[in-house]
C-alpha cells in the first residue's frame, strides 16, 4: 500500500522560502513507471497542480510558479521536495503531494493521473 | 480563474441522477484525457475517472465520465448523501504544458 506524508512547517514568513518534504512509503518510489507532484488549495479555492518531478530528476512547472518553485528528489530517502521562494498571503494553502500513475494503454505525458495523495498540510504564510 | 470551467454548484435529490460539465480548449480537454476527482473536506482527493470514461476499482458504475471535443461530463445516478462533495475536473495543458483543474463543483444532496 503506498502512503504519502507531507511534512514542513505550518507558518513561514513574507518573503522567505516555504520548504516541503514528502515521504513516500511502499515500494513505488524507485520505480520509473510514476511522477512524483505537488498540488495546492487555497481556502474555499480550487486545486493547483504546481509541479512534478521523474525519478530521473526531470521536472515540469506550472508557468504562473515556475520562475519561484523548485522540486528536487531523494531516492536514498524515499522522499521528494518543494521549495517556493519569495512567498507572500497568496501563497497560503493545503499543500498536497501525489503520486502520478498510467494505465491502460500507452503512457503519454498527458495520460497521467494522481492515484495516491498525501493528507494534505496547512502552510500560512504571515508574519 | 481555471483554465478548465465548471459549474461552482450543482444539487439532486437521493437516486437522482446529476452531470457536472467542465469546459475546455483545444489545448487541454480537446487534445487529451479527462481525469475526474472527488474531494471531501479535510481529506485528500480521490480519483473517480481516468481516460475520460475509466472507472478505477472500487469506484461504483454509479459514476460515469465522457468527453466531447472539448467539453466533458460526469454523470452521477442513483445520488446518495455520502456523495455530497466537491468534484474536480482535470486534464494536460499542452500550451501550457502542465495539469490544469477545474474551478470544483460543489454537490449537494438534498
Known amino acids: 500500500q503506498v502512503q504519502l506524508q507531507e511534512s514542513g512547517p505550518g507558518l513561514v514568513m513574507p518573503s522567505q522560502t516555504l520548504s516541503l518534504t514528502c515521504t513516500v512509503s511502499?515500494?513505488?518510489?524507485?520505480?520509473?513507471?510514476?511522477?512524483w507532484s505537488w498540488i495546492r488549495q487555497p481556502a474555499g479555492k480550487a486545486l493547483e497542480w504546481i509541479g512534478r518531478?521523474?525519478?530521473?530528476?526531470?521536472?515540469n512547472y506550472n508557468p504562473s510558479l515556475k520562475s519561484r518553485v523548485t522540486i528536487s528528489i531523494d531516492t536514498s530517502m524515499s522522499q521528494f521536495s518543494l521549495r517556493l521562494s519569495s512567498v507572500t498571503a497568496a501563497d497560503t494553502a493545503v499543500y498536497y503531494c501525489a503520486r502520478e500513475a498510467c494505465t491502460g494503454g500507452v503512457c503519454y505525458r498527458s495520460s497521467y493521473y494522481f492515484d495516491y495523495w498525501g493528507q494534505g498540510t496547512l502552510v500560512t504564510v504571515s508574519s | 480563474q481555471s483554465v478548465l470551467t465548471q459549474p461552482p454548484s450543482a444539487s439532486g435529490t437521493p437516486g437522482q441522477r446529476v452531470t457536472i460539465s467542465c469546459s475546455g480548449t483545444?489545448?487541454?480537454?480537446?487534445?487529451?484525457?479527462v481525469f475526474w476527482y472527488q474531494h471531501l473536506p479535510g481529506t485528500a482527493p480521490t480519483l473517480l475517472i481516468y481516460r475520460n470514461n475509466q472507472r478505477p476499482s472500487g469506484v461504483p458504475d454509479r459514476f460515469s465520465g465522457s468527453k466531447s471535443g472539448t467539453s466533458a461530463s460526469l454523470a452521477i445516478s442513483g445520488l446518495r448523501s455520502e456523495d455530497e462533495a466537491d468534484y474536480y475536473c482535470a486534464a494536460w495543458d499542452d500550451s501550457l504544458s502542465g495539469h490544469v483543474f477545474g474551478g470544483g463543483t460543489k454537490l449537494t444532496v438534498l
Open positions: 518531478l521523474y525519478n530521473t530528476g526531470t521536472t
Open positions: 483545444s489545448s487541454n480537454i480537446g487534445s487529451n484525457y
Open positions: 511502499g515500494d513505488s518510489f524507485s520505480s520509473s513507471s510514476y511522477y
